[in-house]
């Protein structure tokens, strides 16, 4: 999947008006994901994804940091917010834009890959990677 490719289904399972701003929670979402996975991991998703992801997603840390699935979407909505002033309202709408990401991920790299990535994961964890509702035919 090509970067825009993945920003745009990003803008559309989230709901966001832009791609900068889907490409916000997306940097985002990847580099708190990337603060929690070890590094061979975190390096092992990343190597399928387009370059700038790929970064995002590998650039932050070496170890794996341990922090819970409240600490991992204030993270996000901090970060979100940062790179876009003040769009993003609250936790509740990062974490949107948190499964809006993972659920575009899921389709981005293989299955077993992601699981592995998941497995390093609490079972806290497991809603951030539930589907959001979408409409047939959405990527």
Known sequence: MQEEEFISAVERRTGLDSDDAAYAATDATLTVLGQRLTEGEAENV???LPTRLDETL???STEA???SVEEFV???FEREREQTGSSVAD???AEQHVRGVTSVLGNAVSGS???DA???LPGEFEALFEPLNMSE???
Do not use: I
């Open 46 to 48: 990343a190597s399928q």
């Open 58 to 60: 590998t650039g932050e």
């Open 65 to 67: 940091e341990e922090f």
């Open 74 to 76: 204030e993270r996000v």
């Open 91 to 93: 936790t509740d709408e």
């Open 113 to 115: 890959e992601l699981d």
């Open 118 to 120: 998941r497995e390093q």
């Open 137 to 139: 035919g959405q990527l």
